[in-house]
């Protein structure tokens, strides 16, 4: 979070839907089980913010990108569709299973979002998002994704993925929250040799920086946080 240290209160009102009124049960049953069926609506504190703005700008491009390179005369697909309105517009996109776009509305497509075209990282170069992502492996303390052969330089446990291991990974399992960066941490480690563990160590402590709720830098990390190799042994 950057901003004022004054406006860390309200975000946090915002987001966990206080202002709504929604409850804290559906708040946390909704994320806890994001993806699946629900009859109640999302709660809007997951539907209205910033999150889905930035993530609807991306969406946005692979449309335009879609689009154009179809030229104007490409039909609207057959089937069921998924539409989601941007907010930084107000405009629909829509999709159908398998991704591909509707081009049926040229106002959509003929321009990029805002005015500009974003590079969207399609080979998972710089960073890859761990909800849903299957198979995976551990090569010289990275994580390689199975099926593109991809080393991310960073991942994202994103959403449910923090506090919900999945099989699907095949990576280290763990029992809870706090065992989860432990585990994982450990079994990257151990894929390194003794020098590449000491530098990573170094690397650590000069590049990763915690800080407490008001905003001062907290030495030698948080507890399950820090990433720190030491006393790790390789396989």
Not at 86 to 108: K, W, Y
Not at 119 to 138: K, P, T, W
Request: proline letters at 8%; hydrophobic letters at 35%.
């Amino acid at each position: 979070w950057m901003g004022p240290a004054g406006a860390i209160a309200e975000l946090l009102e915002v987001m966990a839907g206080v202002r709504r009124g929604d409850p804290l049960p559906m708040l946390l049953d909704t994320y806890l089980n994001w993806g699946s069926p629900h009859l109640a609506p999302t709660p809007r504190a997951y539907v209205d913010n910033d999150q889905l703005t930035y993530a609807c700008l991306f969406v946005s491009q692979h449309v335009s990108d879609s689009c154009r390179a179809g030229g104007a005369g490409r039909q609207r697909p057959l089937g069921s569709r998924r539409c989601v309105t941007c907010p930084h517009d107000g405009r629909r996109r829509c999709m159908r299973a398998g991704g591909l776009v509707d081009c049926s509305d040229r106002s959509v497509w003929e321009e990029p979002p805002l005015g500009n075209r974003l590079g969207l990282d399609y080979g998972l170069h710089l960073f890859e998002n761990l909800y849903h992502a299957g198979r995976h492996r551990l090569e010289n303390g990275r994580i390689r994704h199975v099926g593109s052969g991809a080393t991310p330089l960073a991942v994202h446990f994103n959403g449910p993925a923090k506090v919900i291991h999945e099989a699907q990974w095949g990576l280290p399992a763990w029992g809870s929250k706090q065992d989860q960066p432990k585990q994982l941490r450990d079994a990257i480690c151990a894929t390194l040799s003794p020098a590449e563990r000491a530098a990573a160590d170094v690397r650590f402590l000069t590049h990763a920086t915690f800080l407490d709720p008001t905003f001062r830098r907290i030495p030698g990390g948080i507890g399950p946080l820090n990433a720190s190799c030491t006393g790790v042994q390789a396989e």
